[in-house]
């Protein structure tokens, strides 16, 4: 069955960096596309980045364009969020995420677009 496990997470300070994990299982990770997302308490689930199946196509959310990249590891099965300048803002569950459909070009971006969730790792920025 498909796992996804998220590791990386922790408590930070405003400017640090931190890079997310994401270790896939259970299905043939290098057929799909793969995002982040988070949430914070109260608020609902927002797109974070995306990437494609081989890694060409990559998708950001504005609020962490430049500052936030994804990428992937097919052999190793894993996908990765590494963020830097992190800002009070940023205080969420991460979570990842796997496409529901194999081969897309593009990065997905919708919630709807993917249909296996992992339990999520939370991020935490003092100011």
């Known amino acids: 069955q498909v796992q996804l496990v998220e590791s990386g997470g922790g408590l930070v300070q405003t400017g640090a960096s931190v890079r997310l994990s994401c270790a896939a299982s259970g299905f043939h990770f290098d057929k799909y596309a793969m995002g982040w997302f988070r949430q914070a308490p109260g608020k609902e689930r927002e797109f974070i980045a995306a990437?494609?199946?081989?890694?060409?196509?990559?998708k950001y959310a504005d609020s962490v364009k430049d500052r936030f990249t994804i990428s992937r590891d097919n052999a190793g099965e894993t996908v990765y969020l590494q963020m830097n300048s992190l800002k009070p803002e940023d205080t969420s569950v991460y979570y990842c995420a796997a496409d529901r459909h194999v081969y897309r070009l593009m990065a997905p971006t919708r919630d709807q677009d993917f249909n296996s969730w992992g339990q999520g790792t939370q991020v935490t920025v003092s100011p």
């Open positions: 990437i494609n199946w081989n890694g060409d196509s990559t």
